[in-house]
């Protein structure tokens, strides 16, 4: 007898890839290689038929019983009798990711600074008013430099002027991750990156040693402790280096290109030396250590294979490249272009063994594993609900990109209900009305927050410009698959 009636999904999107095609689930991901005859007999189900019932045993009795299987498992086959909605399960509240800003400062004066103003003495009504305007007359020129930064609310305005949010004390660092240690254990997860950032962490690193030396791996607080922190470099010392390696802190060192003007010091003066010596005794003591480097419009004519070069000769074996935040930038460029223009250096850094990533690269990376999202609780975005950004003064946002505040880490799991951050975690899952149908719709969470804020005022609107520049170099990701590289199901013989 047959067994119940199976279907081809309708969120099956299929890639061509010459001998064979790229088939993903897409909400769920699983992502795999099909060659001619595996696709034939998917192709078999696009109306509903009958399988053998051996089909269904623990023991397929052959090769293409295996594949179906495979293809069921991935949700790409289903039963019509099941009318479930083909979405991964609901990961619910979960926090995985605490960032503690441990300095609203820093010593260099980036031209393209998301932050912008950095703790100047400026008036927040001024701003806000600039804000506005900018939103009325010329949304698609607004920019964000070292003058004019991408935030977009009074509250973010006071915390960034507000001189007594300017250094996270180690006492008080230590208690912001005990409190969110605590809610993230309430909130289901199992294991949490702790991210020093800043402004410049490094003026602060008597927070960062005592929430190291406090915390360790978690091993006593009931939760894995993971570490990262982007740094400038130029503060590091053999004693720092050391102690990072110790607690196998993962070391993000923003370096542009060696022939880029547009990360000077404060004083203007070419801030290459003191990066390359941070860089080299992070090489010293072993430190996991990527690069990190930003296609902007101020660096476009610097970003090539140069700063692949320079990850080899430091011994990093990543660059992770920060695609502009600032709407206009593409439509200035163009989205081919600028997908051609991070390609060509991602082969190239192929040929020599480094690995290009960013938010760009983690949807293909989400994309590539089946029902991820549900596990890390976000799709490429941590700041959709997954994230706590904790000011100086115990502030909370979603991001230091993010301009809406959530609430106070004080009010430890009661901040998960505020309205604020429900709001965020809602994107986490159900995306904008825009993006329904999109090939990418299960793992893409759209552009930055804080330049959607600035633009449209809210946090759920879509910049259809950035979206092509994800479909795009999503698609250049899986086009250049090898069979090797992932579940690959052949079923003519070679």
Not at 353 to 367: A, E, P, R, S
């Amino acid at each position: 007898m047959p067994a119940n009636r199976f279907v081809m999904s309708t969120e099956a999107i299929m890639r061509s890839m010459g001998e064979r095609i790229a088939v993903y689930h897409r909400q769920r991901g699983g992502l795999c290689l099909l060659d001619n005859a595996s696709q034939e007999l998917f192709d078999s189900f696009r109306n509903p038929r009958s399988v053998p019932t051996s089909w269904l045993d623990l023991d397929p009795p052959d090769r293409s019983a295996e594949l179906f299987q495979q293809l069921l498992a991935r949700g790409l086959i289903r039963n019509t009798e099941d009318n479930s909605v083909e979405l991964p399960a609901d990961p619910g509240v979960k926090i995985t990711v605490i960032q503690l800003i441990l300095a609203n400062a820093c010593n260099f004066g980036c031209t393209y600074c998301f932050e912008g103003i950095q703790g100047k003495e400026l008036s927040v009504e001024q701003q806000v008013a600039k804000i506005d305007i900018s939103r009325l007359t010329s949304r698609e020129d607004i920019k964000v430099d070292i003058n004019d930064s991408m935030y977009a609310s009074r509250e973010r305005f006071q915390h960034q002027y507000d001189p007594k949010n300017r250094h996270m004390k180690p006492v008080d660092a230590v208690r912001y991750v005990e409190d969110a240690l605590e809610v993230s254990r309430n909130s289901g997860a199992h294991g949490v990156m702790v991210q020093f950032f800043g402004g410049e962490p490094f003026l602060n690193w008597k927070a960062i040693e005592a929430v190291l030396h406090k915390f360790g791996r978690g091993e006593k607080h009931g939760i894995r402790i993971d570490y990262s922190t982007v740094t400038n470099g130029s503060l590091l010392t053999d004693d720092i280096s050391a102690e990072l390696a110790k607690y196998e802190v993962g070391v993000c060192v923003s370096f542009d290109s060696p022939t880029s003007p547009s990360r000077p010091l404060k004083n203007g003066d070419d801030s290459t030396p003191v990066v390359m010596q941070g860089l080299r005794l992070l090489q010293k003591h072993n430190n996991r250590v990527a690069i990190n480097a930003a296609l902007t419009s101020s660096t476009w004519e610097d970003f090539d294979n140069s700063i692949v070069d320079l990850a080899v000769e430091v011994g990093s074996r990543e660059i992770g490249v920060i695609v502009d935040f600032d709407p206009s930038f593409y439509a200035r460029y163009g989205t081919k272009n600028i997908v051609d223009k991070l390609w060509a250096v991602v082969e190239y850094g192929r040929t020599r063994g480094i690995v290009l990533t960013g938010y760009w690269h983690q949807i293909f990376q989400v994309l590539l594993g089946h029902d991820v999202v549900t596990e890390r609780g976000f799709k490429n975005c941590s700041a959709k609900g997954a994230q706590l950004s904790i000011e100086p003064n115990g502030s909370v946002f979603s991001c230091k990109a993010g301009s809406t505040l959530l609430g106070s880490i004080d009010q430890g799991k009661e901040l998960l209900d505020e309205p604020a951050y429900r709001a965020h975690h809602a994107l986490r899952s159900n995306s904008p009305a825009f993006c329904k149908g999109c090939e990418i719709e299960g793992f893409c969470a759209g552009l930055c927050l804080g330049p959607l804020e600035k633009k449209y005022g809210a946090i759920d609107a879509i910049e259809p410009a950035a979206c092509d520049f994800y479909r795009g170099i999503t698609l250049k990701h899986i086009q250049s698959l090898q069979p090797d590289e992932v579940a690959t199901f052949d079923l003519q013989t070679s």
